[in-house]
Every structure is written in structure tokens, then in C-alpha cells.
């Protein structure tokens, strides 16, 4: 049994780096329902649960420091590569089908509640809220919402479970209904948005090791530093210090986003590497208890996910939306950056680097978005 930190780290970051090996080097249809990250969790959660690790003050002091300091550091190297001036140049029919997807996975979300909340447990909605975070932008969001809210590690692997597979169900649904956009648009009188043009933004270079290490270096004081700036700002029943923090590890990144900083490589590699890394650590401190109520909150992602189909399709009606938009907006929400462009260029090459910038709006509205919904959430829940 580990009963020190650095055995545990070490474990930590071996689980973390097996599943994306493996994918990257056999590509198993597996990952096409449960992705890495999923399996991640689940890894960890079964060693903790077979007591590979004890709860010592060392490892559980330990989780708590990696926890609190690198989900800022996370969340201020996503928002590195969102350039806000290239998503307003999108134009407002673009910019429009994403508010009304916002908007129909925000009422979709209420409404899913009130349909099961006697079926939910006492904090049921917590698992919601912050799986909203993840369907505008993705796990970092829900991970970041879940740590706002007071979210208990165990209901996390539902969380993420429902998300893998609404999410894997969807994205089936999304690709099928392409060949639907003639009929689709001659209904909602629109013109197909495949010739829109925009202009392709330059591939990144590569990591490097410094660019490696500064990004890291300027991620963990951006996560040393934005405690204290919240430490200064005002709390109340839903705004906590943690949320604070929160957003202004945000908006530091949103800020050097728009420096020559930028272009600096390796922000993107870091941040993914962190990623998986949380998701490892906080399935380190819960178990397989969480799992029980999945079905539950299946049913209600899979009905989020069917009223949000619903409105979307009224607001595309309304506002004369195609097929092609209206398909790649949903995705950015629920399913991120990296499945969209996917779907864009099946729709339409020309339409990749729209779906790119909507999934990375997605991830600088996804907390904030989580955060709303758990307000309402946990009103209703009273």
C-alpha cells in the first residue's frame, strides 16, 4: 500500500499518460464511446477502491494543493489559443446560432430538472450544473464548475459518464442527419452556410521544451496569484473565493490570449497534459459509489439533449438557420473542440475554422454557463 506522496504522484501520472498512449498507438473503437479521459477516471477510481493508496494527511494534503492550484492553472492555458477577435468576425448570423444553442441547452437543462428532480437525489442537481459546464465547453469547464459548487468527488464519474455517452450518441445523430440539409433548410428557409468563407488562421508550431516550461511556469503563478486577488473580492451563497479564483485565472488567459505571448507553443500541450492529470487525482479520492445513480442522470442528459434538439430546430425556423450551422454549433457545445472540426469538414471544408472558434467560445462561457445553471438549479432544488 502507498502511503507517501511521491509513489502516489508517480501512479497518478502513469495512469494519466496509459489511455492516450494507447489510443494514439492502436486507436481502439472503444474510445469512440468511452474517451480516454473516461477511462482515466475509472482506472484510478479501481485502484482506489483495491486500496493501492491509503488516505495518509501526506496524500490527502497532497490532493488538495494539486487540485486547488492546477484546475486555475488549467483553466488560464485553455483560454491561450481563444483569439475573441477572430470569433466576433464570424458575423452575427454564426454568432447568433450560438446564443440560441446557449439558450435552448439552458432551458433544456431546467426543464430535464424539473422533469426528475424527485428521482434526484438531495444535491442532484450539482452533477447537472456542472455537466452543463461541459456541454458549452468541456471537461475543464465541468471540472471547474464542480469545484466552485462543492461538488462531492463521487458524483463526478457520473457526471462524466454521462456526458461520454450522451455526447458519443450525439455526435452518431449529428453525422446521420447531413444528407437531411436540403429538406431541413427548405424549411427553415435558409441558404446553406457551406460557401461561407473564412479565413483559415496559421497551424501552431509544435511544443518545445522551453515553450513547455514557461507556459507551465505561467500557469502555476497565475494559480498562485489569482487566490489572493479573490481573497479581496466579495462572496456570497454562490460565489465563493474558489469561484473567483476560477474566473480570474479566465480572464488572465483570455487577456495574454491577445499578447505576442500567444504564439508562443506549448500552452496546448500543457493543458492537456493538466488535464488528465486532475481528472486522475480527484478519481483518486472518491469510489465506485457515485456510478450507482448513472442511469438516472442518462436519462437526463438524453433528455437535455432531445429538448435542445427541439428549440434549436424552432430557433432555426424563426431565424433561417441551415443544417450545417446549427449541427456544428451543437457540437461545439456538447462536444468540444477536438470532434468538431471533425463534423464541420464532413459538412464543409470551408467551414472548419467556424467550428473551431465556436468550441473555443464554448470553452470561455462554459464556466460562467455552469455557474448560472447551478444558481437556478439549486433555487429550484429548495
Known amino acids: 500500500m502507498i502511503e ?85 468576425r464570424l458575423g452575427p448570423r454564426v454568432l447568433g446560432v450560438f446564443v440560441c444553442t446557449s439558450i435552448s441547452l439552458f432551458i433544456a437543462f431546467i426543464v430535464a430538472f424539473l422533469m426528475f428532480r424527485h428521482w434526484l437525489p438531495g444535491d442532484g442537481w450539482k452533477p447537472l450544473a456542472s455537466l452543463s459546464g461541459s456541454w458549452v465547453g468541456g471537461t475543464a469547464n465541468l471540472i471547474a464548475v464542480k469545484q466552485a459548487i462543492g461538488m462531492s468527488d463521487t458524483s463526478l464519474a457520473t457526471a462524466l459518464l454521462t456526458d461520454a455517452l450522451c455526447y458519443s450518441m450525439w455526435v452518431v445523430v449529428l453525422f446521420s442527419v447531413a444528407r437531411l440539409a436540403p429538406a431541413f433548410n427548405r424549411w427553415t428557409r435558409a441558404t446553406s452556410s457551406a460557401d461561407l468563407i473564412v479565413t483559415e488562421t496559421a497551424p501552431r508550431a509544435p511544443a518545445t521544451m522551453d515553450g513547455v516550461l514557461l507556459w507551465l511556469g505561467f500557469a502555476l503563478l497565475v494559480a498562485a496569484l489569482a487566490p489572493g486577488v479573490a481573497a479581496r473580492l466579495p462572496v ?27 504564439r508562443m507553443p506549448g500552452a496546448q500541450a500543457v493543458s492537456s497534459a493538466l488535464l488528465i492529470s486532475v481528472v486522475a487525482v480527484l478519481a483518486s479520492q472518491s469510489s465506485f459509489a457515485g456510478i450507482a445513480a448513472a442511469p438516472i442522470y442518462l436519462l437526463c442528459g438524453v433528455t437535455v439533449i432531445a429538448l435542445h434538439a427541439v428549440l434549436l430546430c424552432a430557433a432555426a425556423r424563426v431565424f433561417h438557420f441551415d443544417l450545417y450551422l ?57
Open 236 to 262: 456570497g451563497s454562490m460565489v465563493s473565493a474558489t469561484t473567483w479564483t476560477i474566473l480570474i485565472a479566465t480572464v488572465a488567459g483570455l487577456i495574454v490570449a491577445h499578447t505576442p505571448l500567444a
Open 4 to 88: 507517501s506522496v511521491w509513489p502516489y504522484l508517480a501512479v497518478m501520472l502513469l495512469v494519466a499518460g496509459f489511455w492516450p498512449a494507447i489510443e494514439r498507438r492502436f486507436g481502439w473503437k472503444v474510445f469512440d464511446i468511452l474517451p480516454p479521459i473516461v477511462l482515466t477516471y475509472l482506472s484510478v477510481t479501481a485502484l482506489s477502491v483495491a486500496g493501492l493508496w491509503s488516505a495518509s494527511p501526506g496524500i490527502h494534503a497532497a490532493q488538495s494543493v494539486i487540485v486547488g492550484h492546477l484546475v486555475p492553472a488549467l483553466l488560464f492555458l485553455l483560454m491561450i489559443s481563444c483569439d475573441l477577435r477572430a470569433i466576433f
Open 326 to 382: 446549427c449541427g456544428i454549433s451543437s457540437l461545439a457545445h456538447i462536444g468540444g473542440v477536438a470532434a468538431t472540426p471533425v463534423l464541420a469538414a464532413t459538412y464543409s471544408r470551408s467551414l472548419v475554422p467556424v467550428g473551431i472558434l465556436l468550441a473555443l467560445l464554448g470553452y470561455i462561457l462554459g464556466t460562467g454557463f455552469g455557474l448560472v445553471v447551478a444558481a437556478v438549479l439549486s433555487r429550484l432544488a429548495i
